[in-house]
Every structure is written in structure tokens, then in C-alpha cells.
């Protein structure tokens, strides 16, 4: 019994206390919710900070009414600045960054608009979460919407 026990603990302990301070990957999502009448389409990228998935096209189009899958970006602190254009006419540069604060370790979640053209461009932010009884992760995230 005790063999079971022992073994039981072995495997579980990495799941159970892997993700304590939940920054278990240092991910930082970027999501785009198009709400504008026109497809967007990221036409520049600018990575300060950070790095983003190899291969992935950073000129990539979110439809109208839609909402991107995740644009991921990893490492310690991140910054990453998007330009964005919708239809003919519109454009939206922002930057997302994602910053270590030194008391809590969590990750600190920012974004600011840098120009907007004929478009308007807000954001939210999602704290990292995870569940350590089961090891299910979900990094941490800023939501843009395009109006």
C-alpha cells in the first residue's frame, strides 16, 4: 500500500504544485475582436519584447464581426505593437506588454493606443489562471475590440 501511495505522489506532485505563482508559461495572448463593417488585416508588427510562435503570418486577416484565434507571444516581459487597417480608410496602431511585478510576481497586463484613423480601438486585460488540482493553464490576456 504504501508502494501505491508513494507512487501516487511522485506523479501527482508536479501537477499539483507546478504552477504555484500561475506564470507557469509566461504567454501573453493578444485577441482581436473585429467590429467594424470592413476585414482587418495586421499589416505591421513590432516586437520589443518578447517573442511571438515561429511561423506564424503576421499579416493576418480577422473578418468582419469575428474575433482572431489568439496571437501568443512568450519569454519575460513583452511588447508588442500592432498596426492594423480595416477596410480602406482605417487604421489603429496599439501596444500590448505584458511587464513581471517584482512584489507579486504576477504578470502586469498593459495596453495603449498610439494612433487611431477612422477607427477606434479599446482593450481589457485577463489575469493568468490556472488549476493546480488538475494542471489546466490559461495564460495571461489582452482583449482589443475594433470599432
Known sequence: MKKY????????????FACST???NGLLDIIIKNNTSSDCYIIQQTVTKGMGWPGRDSAFKIIAGHTNIPYSFFGGEKNISLTVQCGDNKFATFVSASLKDAQSHEDAITGSVVSLSNIDAIYTTTAATCTNLVGVHKPSAINWTLE
Open 5 to 16: 501511495i508513494i507512487g501516487l505522489l511522485v506523479f501527482a506532485s508536479p501537477t499539483l
Open 22 to 24: 500561475c506564470d507557469c
